[in-house]
């Protein structure tokens, strides 16, 4: 049997009689293994995905083990793992033209593709609903900035407005498929995520704040002016929590530096070298170093023109805080 057309239950190497625990071990080991990010197969990891996310629900778990019995379920694997759908005009019955693994459309300016595609045939035929509604999926920001707490809420507001703005503005006009979400609950404690953007299979934790103009060192813990120090948001360990949670993603965190004067090249912000590289956890950068890392960072990712349906809805639905 080839590896296309093995059951979901052969992709992530799990018993037919697997615990939802147990598959979502072999998932997480799974995706590490076949993301291509980590040099894996983007067509092995669509597989995986597939698998995990069918399993997990129990309908759809119920309904694949059917076909599993049937003998059919390599067969819906495979089809399922191969193929992409252009997503359907506001008001279409049907998925548009159909796009093999194989076709080299996957950049980051491309339309968006969602992942699984919105085929109203293939939903009616199968009894099921989308995880969210096309409307919402193809919405590029969700959520605006709440008040939280009684202490500076309107300047927090402010600022995070102004990354807002500067995202929608300077990236989501250049990613199509970039989905950016407000006002998020840390899986990590009680703190809260000021902005989550997604691309495809990379995920950006954004957090901000306001300084003076002026140059500034960040040496990995701190910023540095003049003899003064001072800390950041702290988004390493909501990175590392979000990672876990989707491990299928590559997470990272960002901190924007915003000035009073809304120049986005100020301040500035030099990196300390024993800081400066590609593994950072979290990036300190100015607001013109934010839509240029940020686009540099969703583009390089494996299916940059990829709304990535299942983890939008997590996103939007798990804790997204309505």
């Known amino acids: 049997?080839?590896?296309?057309?093995?059951?979901?239950?052969?992709?992530?190497?799990?018993?037919v009689t697997a615990t939802d625990k147990e598959i979502k071990v072999a998932y997480r080991r799974a995706a590490r293994t076949a993301h291509p990010d980590h040099g894996g197969d983007a067509a092995a990891f669509r597989r995986v995905t597939a698998a995990y996310e069918t399993l997990m629900d129990p309908k759809r778990r119920k309904a694949y083990d059917r076909s599993y019995a049937a003998g059919t379920a390599g067969t819906t694997a495979a089809a399922s793992s191969e193929a992409h759908f252009d997503a359907p005009a506001a008001g279409s019955h049907a998925s548009a033209t159909v796009h093999r693994s194989g076709t080299p459309r996957n950049t980051a300016g491309d339309p968006a593709l969602y992942v699984p595609p919105y085929?109203?045939?293939?939903?009616?035929?199968?009894?099921?609903?989308?995880?969210?509604?096309?409307?919402?999926?193809?919405?590029?920001?969700?959520?605006?900035?709440?008040?939280?707490?009684?202490?500076?809420?309107?300047?927090?507001?402010?600022?995070?407005?102004?990354?807002?703005?500067?995202?929608?503005r300077q990236v989501l006009t250049a990613i199509p498929a970039a989905r950016l979400v407000n006002g998020l609950q840390s899986p990590a404690d009680n703190s809260h995520i000021d902005h989550a953007l997604l691309s495809g299979y990379r995920l950006a934790l954004i957090g901000s704040m306001l300084l003076p103009k002026g140059a500034y060192a960040w040496d990995g813990q701190a910023l540095r002016h003049g003899g003064r120090a001072i800390a950041p948001p702290q988004l390493a360990h909501v990175v590392r929590a979000m990672q876990d949670i989707f491990p299928e993603l590559n997470v990272t965190g960002w901190v924007v530096v915003h000035s009073p004067d809304g120049n986005l090249h100020e301040p500035v912000i030099d990196r300390h070298r024993r800081t400066a590289g590609a593994?950072?956890?979290?990036?300190?950068?100015?607001?013109?170093?934010?839509?240029?890392?940020?686009?540099?960072?969703?583009?390089?990712?494996?299916?940059?023109?990829?709304?990535?349906?299942?983890?939008?809805?997590?996103?939007?639905?798990?804790?997204?805080?309505?």
């Open 1 to 15: 049997m080839t590896e296309s057309s093995s059951s979901y239950y052969e992709v992530l190497r799990v018993a």
């Open 119 to 168: 085929d109203a045939v293939a939903f009616q035929a199968a009894g099921t609903v989308p995880l969210i509604p096309f409307s919402q999926a193809s919405q590029q920001v969700h959520g605006m900035p709440r008040k939280r707490g009684i202490f500076g809420a309107e300047a927090r507001i402010q600022r995070e407005m102004r990354t807002v703005q500067l995202i929608t």
């Open 279 to 322: 593994g950072e956890t979290v990036q300190v950068v100015n607001a013109a170093g934010l839509a240029r890392g940020l686009k540099q960072f969703l583009s390089a990712g494996p299916a940059p023109n990829t709304v990535n349906v299942p983890t939008l809805a997590r996103l939007l639905r798990g804790m997204h805080t309505g």
